[in-house]
């Protein structure tokens, strides 16, 4: 029962720290983590796009502008000088096509402006928010800018088609007719698909053919941008004169295989998505805990090898694996690949999982995320699969044991930490429980060993149990993490809960407080008649005060050791006695009990107990406290000062 508490009340933690657990198991799974894999597009960046570069016809344009506010200025990079973007026909057409082929709205806050649909979320007052994909959001924002408002590019080109974006197809395509009557196909995708798909490019005003040398300064351009860290498109177009009738009746998979082909380049848009503040700080934080974070995403590898760097997940001399590589490489090269690589770009959800594959094949335990449908597979395959919860989909969600209501990698951190937490506070009310459960079973066997009246009776142990093994076992379990729980190795997913000495610690404590107790019931007899040597415990009044002595002695030992139970790693005067006010609260209501079982007549009367005197109280708490001075002696022997946050485990 205590540990289905103790692992509701961590989610609960969970929850207010945005990470949802939908399968319970996954909670001690989260402190045997040693590999997160992560998206990098929305969980280790923003997810807030916005146009800083362009290149089209020929020319290289730097966008100004803050946020998503459609305010802003086109730069000619080459001259330096402010341009009229509806007067440079190249850009005119890449931002064109690229509205077109987008169905994100601009949504102003303010009231005034471009504005579609509803409000979008996290539009606020005064203020300008993105409906729909973040990256098509930004496309908008830049074709405003220019002077090319999105709803009237809508009604001057009504859609007839449109076929939707897919991993493995990296690209979108929209097919729409003119208001002149002309039927165009516009495309927007990875730079490099969309390269391999045109043979014409938008050059000097007109349309010419895409020669060897024009495909290699696009690549080069693609590079320059990915290089800063810019997440980068390509978009491109293709009349369709006389080619539509009846292609209403084709499937998109058809359409796409009819028509996305033969298309005229018209440029690149490199966006910023800038990575999330807290996230640098979450991957140290993992690294420190020994757990490798790993990129995988599908953007350019000069891009996510930018980000990866900025972010600390790979040093300067990182490399970035394509999927492309990916496909030439056997199971075994792959396996041998994750050991030192931690960015993986240009990779499709196929890749994924065996990316997720490879590493558990080396022992390691995998947290992946993924949003799309697509990734559910290897979400599922994951030992820890992590969907997002804003931007994911129903089936990844159903496939994931665990989702982020932020879709922010820092959240996975923050709930290893719990996770770790978690498995920790089960382990401290197991040794305090145990413990204490054979500190009472050792109490009755040595009174019979030494064939001596009862030491407790029967109800006195119900009383022991009800007031000690409640509320401040329950109060461990709402412990909060250690100081050092994210400076430690990931535990074994295969150590067992009494590991690392926790058996040795669970008995020894358990034959203090036993022979503390039936040593109080003794001396408690002796001082009864202050007769050394003498033990009249035929006497009913001696025998009840010696149990009295023994019950009281048994909570208060029981109470101090809960307190030491707070950490395996520091003692009880390093963790101090109110960092947990919970079981500060709970020790109070069991002392609470116990007096009023002692000094209240009604209950002293059902519970077989005399009233204790300020010398028996000595006697009490002498020996309820043995336990824990001699385990503070024996580390200063040790040790020769205070036991430490140590990384490694405490040998106390």
Same mark, same amino acid.
């Given at each position: ?43 280790? +960046?923003?997810?807030? @796009? ?87 959001? =930004? ?53 490099? +698909? ?34 800063? =860290? ?180 820092? +959240? ?31 109490? @009755? ?208």
């Amino acid at each position: 029962a205590i540990v289905t508490v103790a692992l509701a009340l961590g989610v609960q933690r969970m929850i207010k720290r945005n990470a949802i657990v939908r399968k319970l198991q996954a909670v001690e799974t989260l402190g045997c983590a040693t590999v997160i894999c992560s998206d990098k597009t929305g969980t280790l +960046t923003k997810n807030e @796009m916005m146009v800083r570069a362009a290149w089209a016809g020929g020319a290289r344009y730097q966008v100004t502008g803050d946020g998503y506010s459609p305010k802003g200025d086109f730069m000619h990079v080459a001259s330096g000088q402010a341009v009229r973007p509806l007067e440079e026909p190249g850009l005119v057409k890449a931002l064109r096509s690229a509205s077109v082929c987008s169905n994100a709205h601009l949504v102003d806050g303010g009231g005034g402006g471009t504005r579609r649909g509803s409000k979008a979320k996290g539009a606020k007052a005064g203020g300008w928010a993105v409906k729909g994909d973040p990256t098509e959001g =930004a496309l908008i924002v830049a074709a405003t800018k220019a002077g090319l408002g999105p709803d009237e590019l809508r009604k001057q080109m009504r859609r007839l088609m449109e076929i939707p974006f897919e991993s493995e197809r990296r690209r979108m395509s929209v097919i729409g007719r003119a208001e002149e009557g002309a039927v165009e196909l516009h495309l927007k995708g990875a730079p490099d +698909t969309v390269l391999e798909l045109s043979t014409h490019i938008f050059l000097d005003g007109k349309v010419q053919p895409l020669t060897q040398a024009l495909r290699e300064q696009i690549l080069a351009e693609n590079d320059w941008m990915a290089g800063q =860290a810019l997440r980068v498109l390509g978009v491109a177009y293709r009349p369709l004169p006389g080619e539509w009738s009846g292609a209403h009746e084709l499937t998109p998979d058809q359409a796409s295989e009819r028509y996305e082909q033969e298309l005229v380049f018209l440029g690149l848009f490199g966006m910023i998505d800038p990575p999330r503040p807290e996230v640098k700080k979450a991957v140290a934080a993992a690294s420190r805990a020994g757990i490798r974070t790993v990129m995988i995403t599908g953007d350019h590898p000069a891009t996510a090898l930018a980000v990866a760097r900025e972010l600390g997940i790979t040093g300067p001399e990182g490399r970035a694996v394509t999927g492309r590589e990916l496909n030439a490489m056997s199971d075994d090269d792959l396996i041998e690949a994750v050991k030192t690589v931690k960015v993986f770009a240009r990779v499709s959800p196929q890749h994924k999982l065996r990316i997720v594959r490879a590493f558990k094949s080396l022992g390691e335990i995998v947290a992946m995320t993924g949003d799309g449908v697509n990734d559910a597979p290897a979400v599922k395959e994951a030992d820890i699969g992590v969907a997002m919860g804003r931007t994911g989909t129903d089936v990844t969600k159903e496939a994931s044991a665990m989702v982020l209501s932020d879709d922010n990698f820092a +959240t996975i951190v923050a709930a290893v930490e719990e996770g770790r937490g978690i498995y920790d506070n089960i382990r401290k009310f197991i040794r305090y429980l145990l413990s204490c459960n054979t500190g009472e079973v050792l109490t @009755m066997f040595l009174g019979a060993l030494m064939r001596l009246p009862l030491p407790l009776l029967p109800i006195q142990i119900l009383f022991v149990n009800l007031v000690t093994d409640g509320l401040p076992a329950l109060a461990l379990g709402i412990e909060p993490p250690e100081p050092d729980v994210m400076r430690r190795p990931p535990r074994r997913p295969d150590e067992g809960v009494f590991a690392r000495r926790l058996g040795i610690k669970i008995l020894g404590r358990g034959l203090l407080i036993g022979l503390g107790t039936i040593s109080a019931f003794i001396v408690g007899a002796m001082t009864a008649t202050m007769t050394p040597g003498l033990l009249p415990l035929q006497d009913p009044v001696v025998l009840e005060r010696a149990r009295t002595m023994a019950l009281a002695t048994l909570v208060c030992a029981q109470l101090i050791h809960v307190f030491d139970c707070r950490s395996e790693r520091r003692n009880i005067f390093e963790n101090g006695l109110f960092g947990n006010p919970w079981l500060v609260g709970a020790v109070a209501s069991s002392l609470t009990a116990l007096l009023l079982a002692i000094y209240w007549t009604p209950l002293s009367a059902i519970f077989g107990t005399v009233a204790l005197t300020g010398r028996d109280w000595l006697v009490v708490l002498a020996f309820a406290s043995i336990g824990e001075i001699l385990v503070a002696v024996r580390r200063f022997l040790m040790f020769g000062r205070p036991m430490r946050v140590r990384q490694s485990t405490d040998e106390a």
